[in-house]
């Protein structure tokens, strides 16, 4: 009994071998080879049968390895230009669940956060009209991460953005240098402004932030260096709070997002394909009125227009978020879409400068924000300092362009810088430069979640001049949002654009 088991077993066995053997030779390896000579059949034959299946089994690795990385020099390209464009071409996705519109801080998380959740469930796409981002406003920005704000919403989505630049190398991998550096804002307050700081402090400490209420008396003693004529109370941050590398933050954002598989085109949308959808009834829309949006139009490098299909899009750019929305009719259509969405470039100008004689506050400098919003903080241990001031509504200058106005510091910026240290009297603006926040005319405030009309349209975008520490919770909100269909961990319902509708603006007192 036992050895007809035995021998029914080896049977089986060599068939399955045999069967194998077959399935990968593709060059007549196989003991059925006809052109396999009688002499090496037999030494075949001698050889242990697992040894020789082994050995046949190798060789025919080999060949398919060969099969799939072939040896020797690739045909030579004759036309590079071409041959990159062709390739271009072919990696081009012409459709996707999830087209991202702007590939900066705001968008290239979303892009992360879809993709490290959903990996090959989602195909994602991020359209970014400029890789060099030399205009975006997440590379000039100052990259500044406090919790001292008014809004609940704000205050969380920074603790969160604390958390995640505290555990960044876990999430984000070992070759992302943002390079924290942990140090408090210092926000003070008139007399005017003194209630308002209290009770925000409160909130900012039961929400899990940490910061201290200091008197004039206290802040002289702490920073001796400062004037405090006129100022009633600070706010000085003990934890959480400081600055880092914006760039670093979204290339890391970016490469993680690749990583996992989402696809980014260099190009610019400049327009939406409707489709009109028969079983969708919206707000003072009849049946079969419906417009749904459907692909968007790509300009590419070379001035080609392409198309691409979605399921969802999202605009997240930045400044550019409300020129966008009005490719999709946001603001100039019927209805709820005659409501703009109020995103719009706002002209920021940042002054790099030092202290003569070098007698500027030293290493333990907080970044301190006065009661006119004018900021400044260290840059570098090398005595330089950076800092600026948000123009008032009548003093706007034009957003064409980029280009700095350094009489605007010495008008607006400097007297204050030097009223808050005396030791500011004298000093040399060594270089600055511009860039604008992607500003929300309505309440200064980040825009997020679905848009009211189209049901496959969401918005990140208006965040005013504190979004880059706000990045990794708006694109973790976002992936929430589309995957989970509502928000999970931080509820952002506030901050959609339904309250523009309303009219319910959500103000910030600490926008800076
Ligand atoms: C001077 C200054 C200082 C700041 N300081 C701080 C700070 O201390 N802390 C803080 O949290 N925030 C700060 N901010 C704000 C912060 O930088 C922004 O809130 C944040 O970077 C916005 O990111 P984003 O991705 O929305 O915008 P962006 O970084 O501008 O990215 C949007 C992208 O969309 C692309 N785009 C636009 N239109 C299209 C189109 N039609 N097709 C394809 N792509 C398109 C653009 O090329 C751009 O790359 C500051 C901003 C400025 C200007």
Not at 10 to 39: A, M, Q
Not at 210 to 215: A, G, H, M, R
Not at 305 to 331: E, H, M, N, T, Y
Not at 482 to 504: A, N, P, S
Request: charged share 25%; with cysteine; aromatic share 10%.
């Amino acid at each position: 009994m036992l050895q007809v088991a035995k021998k029914i077993l080896g049977k089986n066995r060599r068939r399955e071998l045999s069967y194998c053997v077959r399935k990968f030779s593709n060059d007549g390896s196989s003991k059925d080879d006809p052109n396999r000579t009688h002499s090496s059949r037999v030494e075949a034959n001698r050889e242990n049968p697992l040894t020789r299946t082994l050995n046949i089994l190798g060789s025919d690795m080999k060949k398919v390895k060969n099969f799939i990385f072939p040896k020797g020099k690739p045909a030579p390209v004759e036309n590079v230009s071409d041959y990159l464009e062709k390739y271009r071409r072919e990696d081009f996705q012409s459709h996707c669940d999830v087209l991202v519109i702007g590939g900066g801080g705001v968008g290239s998380s979303i892009a992360y956060w879809l993709k490290k959740r959903a990996r090959k469930g989602l195909n994602v796409v991020v359209v970014e009209k400029d890789s060099t981002y030399q205009e975006a406003s997440t590379c000039l920005s100052v990259g500044g991460l406090r919790q001292q704000f008014s809004i609940v919403e704000n205050i969380q989505m920074s603790l969160y953005g604390a958390e995640f630049l505290r555990d960044v190398k876990e999430l984000l991998g070992n070759d992302v240098h943002v390079n924290f550096t942990p140090y408090g804002y210092l926000m003070l307050a008139s007399e005017h402004g003194a209630e308002q700081l209290q009770e925000n402090s409160k909130l900012q400490n039961v929400l899990g932030a940490k910061n201290e209420i200091l008197t004039p008396a206290r802040l002289k003693e702490r920073f001796p260096w400062m004037n405090t004529e006129g100022i009633a109370l600070g706010c000085h941050g003990l934890e959480k709070e400081g600055w880092f590398d914006p760039w670093a933050l979204l290339s890391g954002f970016k490469k993680r997002a690749i990583e996992y598989g989402a696809h980014y085109v260099e190009g610019e949308v400049v327009g939406f394909e409707f489709r009109t959808m028969h079983d969708v009834m919206t707000d003072g829309v009849n049946f079969g009125q419906y417009q749904g949006l459907d692909k968007a139009y790509v300009r590419m490098k070379n001035g080609d227009i392409r198309d691409i299909k979605f399921s969802l899009v999202v605009i997240a750019a930045g400044a550019q978020s409300g020129s966008v929305a009005r490719l999709a009719r946001i603001g100039t259509g019927k209805n709820i879409l005659s409501v703009p969405l109020p995103v719009e470039p706002r002209k920021r100008y940042v002054y790099v400068f030092r202290c003569q004689n070098d007698n500027g506050p030293g290493i333990n400098t907080p970044l301190m924000i006065d009661p006119t919003g004018t900021y400044f903080r260290r840059d570098g241990l090398g005595g330089n300092y950076l800092g600026g001031k948000s123009p008032s509504l009548e003093e706007e200058p034009s957003s064409d362009n980029l280009d700095v106005d350094y009489s605007y510091f010495d008008s607006h910026v400097w007297p204050n810088l030097a009223r808050l240290v005396p030791n500011f009297e004298a000093i040399k603006v060594n270089n600055a430069w511009a860039g604008y926040y992607e500003y929300n005319t309505f309440d200064e405030n980040g825009i997020v979640g679905p848009h009211p009309y189209y049901n496959n349209l969401y918005i990140a975008t208006g965040f005013s001049g504190h979004g880059i520490q706000q990045t990794p919770a708006v694109g973790r909100a976002m992936a929430e949002m589309i995957i989970d269909g509502e928000f999970r961990t931080i509820d952002l319902t506030r901050f959609g654009f339904d309250r523009i509708l309303v009219d319910q603006p959500l103000y910030e007192s600490n926008i800076v």
